[in-house]
């Protein structure tokens, strides 16, 4: 990896969101348990299957004062102002790459500069899109299921068939887009069966509408 001159790796970082949602009735508190509103947290890149819909955080405790480091694993929606930087400091750097209980190995690092940009800007867009929202768990899986679905992927299209408009989407703009993905969805699942396999849809002719009216949802979402 190309490091910056003096520093011991990339990574992106973040602030905790002023204000965040917690619990099934979206309680409004003012930034988390461990970190304050605002506070910069070192972010890891995702370390499971989930897309990073939940990342390891490195960041100064809010009850420990300025000197203590906690790694934590935090839900991505409370974070926003993503960016890459260099890190000095060798507490970060420890708590970094410090093994987790459950595995036997170092947590992943940002393989290089350039990644770490592509995500922070792609998380960035996503962060935009779940403004003005109680539900922004929720909101936050239609987006994921969305942008894969725009990059022509297969595998999350049905968590569409699955959601409750009304709860993730924020203006009529919104809903039409969502219903232009819904209706083909829908059509193809009621020609080819719901069990049909994944490559079944991508392989009918009508994908490439469905992957252009995801790419279109996309774009009003996070605008």
């Known amino acids: 990896m190309e490091e910056p001159p003096g520093a011991l790796t990339w990574c992106v970082v973040a602030n905790v969101a002023a204000e965040t949602t917690y619990g099934p009735d979206a309680e409004v508190r003012r930034g988390l348990r461990h970190f304050a509103g605002g506070a910069k947290v070192w972010v890891l890149p995702p370390q499971w299957g989930d897309g990073g819909d939940s990342v390891f955080v490195i960041g100064r405790h ?33 708590e970094l790459t410090r093994p987790w209980k459950h595995w036997d190995r170092e947590l992943w690092l940002w393989d290089t500069r350039e990644l770490a940009e592509q995500v922070a800007q792609r998380w960035n867009l996503v962060s935009t899109g779940l403004t003005e929202v109680r539900r922004p768990r929720k ?30 989407l924020r203006n009529d703009l919104e809903a039409a887009a969502f219903e232009a993905v819904l209706a083909l969805l829908q059509r193809m699942v009621g020609d080819l069966g719901p069990d049909a396999r994944y490559e079944r849809y991508s392989e009918d002719p009508r994908w490439t509408d469905v992957v252009d009216a995801a790419a279109a949802l996309f774009t009003v979402m996070t605008s």
């Open 139 to 168: 909101r936050l899986e239609l987006l994921g299921a969305v942008q894969n679905l725009a990059d022509g992927g297969i595998y999350r299209w049905d968590t569409l068939l699955r959601l409750t408009p009304g709860e993730v």
């Open 62 to 94: 809010r009850g420990r004062g300025q000197s203590r480091y906690v790694r934590i694993v935090i839900e991505r929606f409370h974070l926003t102002n993503f960016r890459v930087r260099g890190v000095y400091s060798p507490a970060v750097h420890r």
